[in-house]
């Protein structure tokens, strides 16, 4: 989910522009978000092709979601999730407990 505003948290898909499978051109509307204070439009950035939609009209996410999955006509939708996958939980590692250091004494 794109940020639209300076105060939004998260979106919701008023409705999509396109279908999946349909090619756009980087500033092509692809969708009508609600965001805490307005209804906006969100441009694409890129040229590319709707190859899944992950949020459906009147659905919300958090921002930085995803919200699409985009790529070149023809490209398998799987790989380009698989692919997504790792990125989202590379940074979920489990923290390991750091050891506590003494505190050191005043000095005189």
Do not use: N
Not at 33 to 51: C, N, P, R, S
Not at 83 to 105: D, L, Y
Request: aromatic residues 4%; proline residues 7%.
């Amino acid at each position: 989910m794109p940020r639209l505003s300076d105060t939004m948290e998260q979106g919701t898909i008023g409705r999509w522009l396109v279908k999946e499978g349909d090619s756009f051109s980087e500033g092509d509307v692809l969708a009508e978000i609600e965001t805490d204070k307005a209804t906006m439009e969100f441009q694409a950035y890129d040229a590319g092709t709707v190859l899944r939609i992950l949020v459906g009209d009147g659905e919300s996410a958090a921002l930085g979601a995803p919200i699409a999955i985009v790529g070149d006509k023809g490209e398998p939708v799987d790989g380009a999730a698989a692919a997504e996958q790792p990125a989202k939980t590379k940074g979920k590692t489990k923290a390991e407990p750091k050891a506590e250091e003494p505190a050191a004494e005043p000095a005189p």
